[in-house]
C-alpha cells in the first residue's frame, strides 16, 4: 500500500526566508501528488499537484514543488516566506486505480519576524 | 469554485448520544469523504463513498456509520459517542477516479463529547 512521509513535524523559518517542506512517498509506480495547506480552523486548501510532465510544479501563493522519482520524493518551496504562510501543510498521494488519497502527517510552519 | 459545506462549525455532545455530522457539497461530485483530524495523527480515513448508497470502510470506520442518499449529501453518524470520539472532522469531495483528482475540503468541525 502506498504511504506518505513528512519527516519534520514542525518547522520555524524566518519572515523573508527560503522554506523546503519534504515529502517522501512509496508506491512502486508514478504517483498522483498533492500539497495542501491548512491556516488554523479551517479545512485543506490545494496548493499544487503533479500528474505528469515537467517535475517542477508551480502553484498558489508562490508555492512550487518537484518531483523526484529516484529519490521518490515531493518537497515543496517557496523562496521568500511571509507571515500569512503559516499554517500546516500537508502531502498527499493518489493510486492509479484506487479511488482515495493518502496523507501525510503534516508540517506545521511557524514564522518568525 | 467548489463548495463543501458542514452543517456545523462546532458542536458539543454527551456520552451515549447519537450525533449526525452533515457535509453537503455543490460540484456533483462522484466522491465525498470523512476525515478525522487529530494533532500529529494528521487525516485519517473514516469512511467514503464513490456514489450514491455506496461506501467504504477507511482506516478507522469503528464506532462511525455514513449516509449517502443523495448525491450531493453525506452524513457521518456516531452511534453512541464516546469521549475518545472528540476530534476535528473534515469532510471531502471530489470528481473522477478519486485518485487523480484533487480533493475539496470544508472548514470542518470540531466535535466535543463530554
Known amino acids: 500500500a502506498q504511504s506518505v512521509t513528512q519527516p519534520d513535524i514542525h518547522i520555524t523559518v524566518s519572515e523573508g526566508a527560503s522554506l523546503e517542506l519534504r515529502c517522501n512517498y512509496s508506491?512502486?509506480?508514478?504517483?498522483?501528488l498533492f500539497w495542501y495547506v491548512q491556516s488554523p480552523g479551517q479545512g485543506l486548501q490545494l496548493l499544487l499537484k503533479y500528474f505528469s510532465g515537467d517535475t517542477l510544479v508551480q502553484g498558489i501563493k508562490g508555492f512550487e514543488a518537484e518531483f523526484k522519482r529516484s529519490q521518490s520524493s515531493f518537497n515543496l518551496r517557496k523562496p521568500s516566506v511571509h507571515w500569512s504562510d503559516a499554517a500546516e501543510y500537508f502531502c498527499?498521494?493518489?493510486?492509479?486505480?484506487?479511488?482515495?488519497?493518502?496523507f501525510g502527517a503534516g508540517t506545521i510552519l511557524r514564522v518568525k519576524s | 469554485d467548489v463548495k463543501v459545506t458542514q452543517s456545523s462549525r462546532y458542536l458539543v455532545k454527551r456520552t451515549g448520544e447519537k450525533v449526525f455530522l452533515e457535509c453537503v457539497q455543490d460540484?456533483?461530485?462522484?466522491?465525498m469523504f470523512w476525515y478525522r483530524q487529530d494533532p500529529g495523527l494528521g487525516l485519517r480515513l473514516i469512511y467514503f463513498s464513490y456514489d450514491v448508497k455506496m461506501k467504504e470502510k477507511g482506516d478507522i470506520p469503528e464506532g462511525y456509520s455514513v449516509s449517502r442518499e443523495k448525491k450531493e449529501r453525506f452524513s457521518l453518524i456516531l452511534e453512541s459517542a464516546s469521549t475518545n470520539q472528540t476530534s476535528m472532522y473534515l469532510c471531502a469531495s471530489s470528481g473522477g477516479d478519486g485518485y487523480n483528482q484533487p480533493q475539496h475540503f470544508g472548514d470542518g468541525t470540531r466535535l466535543s463529547i463530554l
Open positions: 498527499a498521494v493518489g493510486k492509479v486505480g484506487g479511488n482515495k488519497l493518502v
Open positions: 508506491y512502486g509506480a508514478t504517483p498522483y
Open positions: 460540484m456533483d461530485h462522484e466522491n
